[in-house]
């Protein structure tokens, strides 16, 4: 009997091909090989999210919002650990603290594709959300990403944030959610936005994008606010039974967010 035909690699493996070939065709140092593997992961995790999508859907599997439509792909990181609502573990349970609190206004500073914008736009059906990112293709993604969840009534999509747009949080009960690569640095500054002082703040921190800022912007809110430093964790407790089938490789990649260093969270609750 004749052997069967190889499957033909797909557009997306061969692109990951192309790449890997010019990423190995200088002598590897450290460097070159540590770039290799990160490309062959993602290309991996991309697969693993299109066989998450065949399992289950669009729908978002678990965590706090669970039930999501997530039928697009994630503007920047890891589809796939969203599509599964294992995205971000460590900041779960500050997650359903802002949902008990039923804020009045969520504030999404870096908002991306929608993915905590919608899901906080869901789970609280009498708040308003501001979702403000600089990509205009970001923009675009999340009031798609609102449509398909019937929130886009409610999320206010648009660009850059200004101190003086954090005025709103004196007369509104806000929670604000920052996450730009280090320029929450300059933004989250409460002696020009004093605006800040009046919300509860969940902002990721970019030690490596500006150095110290973990510790300056704690330091400018120590006296107003109670704060909680979260660090990354991964929590495989949320993955499907279905995939215990699969490698270990392949569940930590499940997990993987695509992180290259420390990106830790502060959660500044106001006093």
Request: aromatic letters at 6%; a neutral charge.
């Amino acid at each position: 009997m004749a052997p069967t035909p190889a499957k033909p690699a797909s557009a997306l493996t061969q692109v990951v091909g192309v790449k890997l070939q010019s990423l190995t065709a200088v002598p590897a140092t450290p460097a070159s090989l540590h770039s290799a593997l990160r490309h062959l992961a993602k290309w991996r995790a991309e697969l693993l999210a299109n066989t998450v999508l065949k399992r289950s859907g669009t729908k978002v599997v678990a965590g706090p919002f669970q039930g999501m439509d997530y039928a697009l792909r994630a503007s920047e990181g890891s589809r796939v650990a969203r599509l599964l609502g294992v995205y971000e573990a460590a900041l779960h349970p500050v997650i359903e603290a802002i949902i008990a609190r039923a804020p009045d206004l969520v504030i999404d500073i870096g908002s991306a594709e929608g993915y905590y914008a919608v899901g906080f736009a869901r789970r609280m059906p009498g708040a308003r959300v501001m979702a403000r990112d600089a990509s205009p293709r970001a923009q675009d993604l999340c009031r798609a990403q609102a449509l398909a969840n019937s929130v886009a009534a409610r999320v206010e999509v648009g660009g850059l944030f200004s101190h003086a747009d954090f005025d709103i949080c004196a007369v509104t009960r806000s929670v604000v959610i920052c996450d730009i690569e280090g320029a929450e640095d300059a933004l989250l500054d409460p002696v020009v936005a004093p605006g800040l002082l009046h919300a509860d703040i969940l902002v990721e921190c970019h030690p490596a994008a500006a150095k110290g800022v973990t510790e300056r912007i704690s330091a400018r809110f120590a006296a107003t606010h109670r704060i909680i430093r979260i660090d990354r964790k991964l929590d495989d407790s949320a993955l499907p039974e279905w995939m215990a089938e699969m490698s270990d490789l392949d569940r930590l990649l499940a997990l993987w967010e695509w992180r290259t260093g420390p990106t830790p969270w502060l959660w500044m609750e106001k006093l």
